[in-house]
């Protein structure tokens, strides 16, 4: 026995050491995230600093991509034109395949009902398409779940059905689930408690303590339909009923970066202005260049 203690010290030191690298992931959560593009390929080309442009935004994530290849990419929503416009959703819905985003909300631009051309659209390119209080067609899911490296990440995301309503008749005819009853179920349904939730909202205005309260203190709660004025020091990352509430701005003028400290267990975020210092695509450039003027 005292011959097989010094190995049995070995091995539990090792299994342990095992247990606790599973535990803690080895590095910080990143996520990557846009909104509000509706479908701009180039930017607007008005005012002092003109920036945006879906064309710019492939440049600026093969970059941050390069430097954190674990990063999730998702977009809150209105990443298509916000009328009926088949020419320009076709370019827009190539250009988002090749970003490959993690998770793609559906806001009432991308309901299938408001352009019936689109049905056949996702289903044929194929996006990890999110919409979690209605159930629209198979090829939308209502959550999505990732894993990158130690970190296992759920997406979900909620759309104010009243938006879909005003895009889309069809949409009357779908019902749409309680939220809190939605998020409930959610929650519990976790069983890895190292799980990151990431809920999207698209509108709602002023999201509820009460439905914010249902979320993990650890979650981060990304803002979509935000269509007017943006200023990323004041409403980029803000901390309200105790949780963190990201926006990624207007126009689809910013790349935002959420960073998770484990240690402090808070949210950072930083955001990248989408300007004419960052180049565009050159090579998606040479087939989309459809004037997307709004």
Wanted: glycine residues 6%; positive net charge.
């Amino acid at each position: 026995m005292n011959r097989l203690w010094p190995w049995l010290q070995i091995w539990l030191v090792i299994v342990l050491m095992r247990d606790m690298a599973v535990a803690q992931p080895s590095a910080p959560l990143v996520v990557l995230f846009t909104g509000n593009n509706t479908a701009q390929i180039s930017d607007c080309g008005c005012g002092p600093d003109p920036a945006g442009g879906l064309l710019r935004l492939a440049t600026a994530v093969d970059s941050l991509r390069r430097q954190y290849p674990d990063a999730v990419f998702i977009d809150s929503g209105d990443w298509l034109s916000s009328y009926a416009n088949s020419e320009q959703d076709r370019q827009a819905l190539a250009i988002v395949k090749r970003l490959q985003y993690d998770a793609l909300a559906v806001g009432e631009y991308e309901w299938p009902g408001f352009k019936p051309y689109l049905r056949s659209g996702y289903r044929k390119i194929g996006l990890p398409l999110v919409l979690t209080n209605a159930h629209i067609d198979s090829v939308i899911r209502n959550q999505i779940v990732l894993r990158r490296g130690r970190w296992g990440v759920r997406v979900v995301a909620f759309l104010e059905p009243e938006l879909a309503r005003r895009k889309s008749a069809e949409a009357s005819n779908h019902a749409f689930a309680d939220i809190r009853a939605r998020l409930r179920r959610l929650v519990r349904s976790a069983v890895d408690r190292r799980e990151m939730l990431i809920a999207i909202f698209h509108q709602f205005g002023e999201v509820s303590h009460e439905i914010l309260n249902l979320l993990p203190e650890t979650s981060l709660i990304i803002r979509g339909h935000w269509h007017r004025r943006f200023a990323p020091e004041r409403d980029g990352l803000q901390r309200v009923a105790g949780r963190w509430v990201a926006n990624p701005g207007d126009n689809g003028e910013y790349l935002g970066m959420a960073i998770f400290d484990l240690e402090k267990k808070r949210w950072s975020a930083n955001f990248i202005r989408l300007n004419r210092r960052i180049p565009e695509d050159a090579e998606l450039a040479k087939k989309y260049m459809l004037d997307t003027q709004q």
